[in-house]
Nanobody, 127 residues
Framework: QVQLVESGGGSVQAGGSLNLSCAVSGFGLDYYAIAWFRQAPGKEREGVSCIDGRNGIYYLDSVKGRFTTSRDTTRSTIYLQMNSLKPEDTGVYYC?????????????????????WGQGTQVTVSS
């Protein structure tokens, strides 16, 4: 059974850092894309980053240089290290998964292509 469980959210001041974790079970990391999405109140869910199996790592333009996603296959865990946080980074952060995108990698940022989601973890950045 595929499961994803996020942790690591919290409240920080602008300029601070948080490291989110997504513990996965029920599938092999090499064959699946695992993405981080976020959703602010009243806004659509947007893709933040994606590790597409062994194919590549992709980021939302506004987080490039500040956020880093990585994986630990021995722990079956995906991480999102968030530095230089801004108030506009506030939202509920979700991890999500589906089979690797491969040549269709440009779809990674669209929530409709993922079929399994975690429960989310709240990130609040104050100015």
């Amino acid at each position: 059974q595929v499961q994803l469980v996020e942790s690591g959210g919290g409240s920080v001041q602008a300029g601070g850092s948080l490291n989110l974790s997504c513990a996965v079970s029920g599938f092999g990391l090499d064959y699946y894309a695992i993405a981080w999405f976020r959703q602010a109140p009243g806004k659509e869910r947007e893709g933040v980053s994606c590790i597409d199996g062994r194919n590549g790592i992709y980021y939302l333009d506004s987080v490039k240089g500040r956020f880093t996603t990585s994986r630990d296959t021995t722990r079956s865990t995906i991480y999102l290290q968030m530095n230089s946080l801004k108030p506009e980074d506030t939202g509920v952060y979700y991890c999500a998964t589906r089979e690797v995108f491969g040549r269709e990698w440009q779809r990674w940022k669209h929530a409709r292509y993922y079929y399994k989601w975690g429960q989310g973890t709240q990130v609040t950045v104050s100015s």
